[in-house]
């Protein structure tokens, strides 16, 4: 019984330590984030939904 116990704590362990260095990795990871495209076929259509609202 006791090396059940012992066993399962170990394993808890392990993956408590892994899981905070797996954190500890996504926070130092430098996101960066693209710029936007000047998507003019948006904005046409965009306009174009507005004009017919309108009508």
Do not use: C, G, R, W
């Amino acid at each position: 019984m006791y090396t059940v116990l012992i066993i399962s704590v170990i394993i808890v362990i392990i993956v408590l330590i892994l899981s905070v260095v797996t954190t500890s990795k996504a926070y130092q990871f430098k996101h960066t984030v693209d710029p936007i495209d000047n998507n003019d076929s948006h904005e046409a259509t965009a306009e174009a939904k507005a004009h017919d609202e309108n009508k």
